[in-house]
């Protein structure tokens, strides 16, 4: 599975989405398998307690997605996540104590599809699985906005959060000539995403069938050399779209 392949979604049809959980504390980790392991369309096929191991492992096992958590000994989260998504491994998921911090950035910086909160209800910790399986990578929409809207502001000294082939004309401010591979259908769908739409909502709002809605997706993801939806997103906020 190529980084592209994620807007198109990872789970095949007719079978569970394979997940790897990747968590330092035991009882944790044991709690997110019995959760993720009561969804009968989601398999767990491992569980990693540091960041080394869910790289190994991601390389061994290729699951669809890494349920991945920030905060781990060996490795962190947000380097393993990086290697993970620059391998094309599988998609990655992160789990977070704090909302809105700088390992949430990073680790949407290094490629992940998504976020949720370590609280989060389990129908939520499974539908957001199955979300990200689907391809939609953005989660919980109102918290996703006000990411996208944080993860984008300008702050001094940091360089521009989208990544890829994005370059800056100055502090935190990309370049829009990087827009001028896309189509303007992709540059319409670029624009959805920085709404935090899904596919279903993009298909809605621009009167076209889901699935071209993940074509253009999939297609603007690698003419803009990006790694994901979410960092789509923000460059679509970054540039005003």
Known sequence: MSSSDTAGGTGAPGRPVRVLVAEDQKAVRAGLVLILRSAPDIEVVGEAGDGEAAVRMARELRPDLVLMDVQMPL?????????????????????????????????????????LLKNTEARDLIEGVRTVARGEGLIAPAVTRRLIAEFASPRPGRASGSGGAARSEGPGTPDRSVLDPLTRREREVLSCLGEGLSNAEVAVRLDMAEATVKTHVSRLLGKLGLRSRVQAAVLARELGL
């Open 75 to 115: 490795l962190d989260g947000v380097e393993a996540t990086r290697r993970v998504v620059a391998e094309g491994l599988a998609d990655v998921l992160v789990l977070t104590t704090f909302d809105l911090d700088e390992y949430v950035f990073g680790a949407l910086r290094a490629g992940a599809a998504g976020f």
